[in-house]
Structure formats: C-alpha cells, structure tokens
C-alpha cells in the first residue's frame, strides 16, 4: 500500500476505489476474457467461410473460457460497486446493463451448441456468435458514449 501514498503525493489524491484489491482482479479478468471471446469471434467467421468444425470446436472451447472469465470478472465487480458506490444508483449504469446483456447472449450460445448436431445448426451458432461480439463491442464503446459510473463521459 506504500506504492499509493508514493503516488497520491506525486500526482494528487487518488480516488478510494482505486486503491482496492478489486483493482486488481476485476479489469484484467475482464480484458482477458474479452481477449478469449474475440477468439471466439473470429473462429465463428472463419467456420462460416471454410465450414471446417475445427473452427466450431476452437469457438467453443475460447467461448466457455471467455464465458468463465466473465462471469467471474462480474461477480467480483459486484461487491467492490457496493462497496465504492453505496450512495449512488450504480445498478442501472450502462456499462453494466450492457454487461448483463452481453452475459445472457453468450449463455444462448453456449446453450445453442447443444443442438450443433443436428442439420446447419453450426450456421445458427456461428451468426450468434457474431452477434455476441458485436454485444461486446457495444458494450466496451458504452463507456465513451453514455454517461455513467463507469463512463468516461461525464454527465
């Protein structure tokens, strides 16, 4: 904890919340499982120009790795918001509503691989797919867009 006093005296009070262990878990498991679901994404286009299933299977294995991640990355975020922002109506902030809309596309498509089997359902998962990171860029551009706790944008 020396490293922030050092730096709150060399650039200014550094905002509390920061200076949390959430710090340190939260963002980088959430970019990680980012990284993992553009994986994803990209396999999902390769599988519908080559129709090869090695690319079905690579999607799916970065998909539930990237699905992990960022459940795991949201659930942390959960108590370190009630901890930062107690006082301030955080829940319906953008960045997390598109989160949680992100979260229930992803659980689509890992549930539609069930059925992945059966006739070009492999096409089905592969647009969904698409459309899941097409989520998650809206969700990441969410930040510099709309106003909220977690924007860059002040309102």
């Known amino acids: 904890m020396r490293i922030f006093e050092i730096a709150g005296t060399l650039y ?7 200076n949390s262990t959430y710090m340190w878990t939260h963002p ?3 970019f990680i499982a980012y990284a993992s679901l553009i994986i994803t994404f990209a396999a999902c286009v ?3 120009f080559k129709k ?14 990237g699905y992990i991640l960022l459940t795991t990355g949201m659930l942390i975020g959960y108590p ?8 301030s109506a955080w829940w319906w ?3 997390i509503s598109g989160s949680i809309m992100m979260w229930v596309l992803y ?3 890992l549930h539609s691989r069930i059925y ?23 969700t990441y551009l969410l930040t510099y867009i709309v106003p909220g706790i977690h924007s860059v944008v002040q309102p």
């Open 116 to 138: 992945v089997s059966k006739g070009k359902m492999w096409k089905t998962t592969a647009y969904l797919g698409i459309i899941c990171f097409v989520s998650l860029i809206f």
């Open 93 to 95: 902030d953008p960045k």
């Open 12 to 18: 200014g009070r550094i905002t509390f919340y920061y």
């Open 52 to 65: 090869d299933r090695l690319y079905d299977e690579i999607a799916y294995s970065y998909a539930k790795i």
């Open 107 to 109: 659980s689509a498509y």
């Open 28 to 30: 980088p498991m959430l």
């Open 46 to 48: 390769y599988m519908l």
């Open 80 to 87: 370190w918001a009630v901890e930062a922002w107690k006082d």
